[in-house]
């Protein structure tokens, strides 16, 4: 009697193994959904990002100021008859009285 609850024993142990560790196994099953799970979040990120730029993109086939804001944050331009004004940040040298540093 003993050898055959040994023997069903080692039975049920070898048809859960696969079941546990195989291929289509649960741990394996739970590891496949934790890696979906990754790729779904990257993926919304990705068509966040591209729906932004999506947006761009038509912006500037329509509108001027998408085209006129480009130009002048890129490449620096202002308008005809425009006064450009540039503000530098760091030390500041006063020229009567002002607060920079004495000789």
């Known amino acids: 009697m003993r050898w055959v609850t040994l023997l069903l024993f ?3 142990v070898a048809i ?14 739970s590891e496949l959904n934790r890696q979906v799970d990754l790729e779904k979040e990257s993926n919304a990120q990705l068509k966040s ?4 730029l999506e947006a761009e993109v038509s912006d500037l086939k329509t509108g001027h100021e998408a085209i006129e ?7 620096g331009m202002i308008k005809q008859n425009e006064v450009f004004f540039q503000v530098l940040e760091g030390e500041t040298r006063g020229l ?3 607060t920079g540093p004495k000789p």
Do not use: H, I, M
């Open 10 to 12: 080692a039975l049920l």
């Open 16 to 29: 859960q193994y696969p079941l546990w560790f195989g291929k289509g196994g649960w741990l394996r099953v």
């Open 49 to 52: 990002r591209n729906s932004a």
């Open 69 to 75: 804001e480009r130009a002048r944050s890129d490449l």
């Open 96 to 98: 009567a009285g002002g």
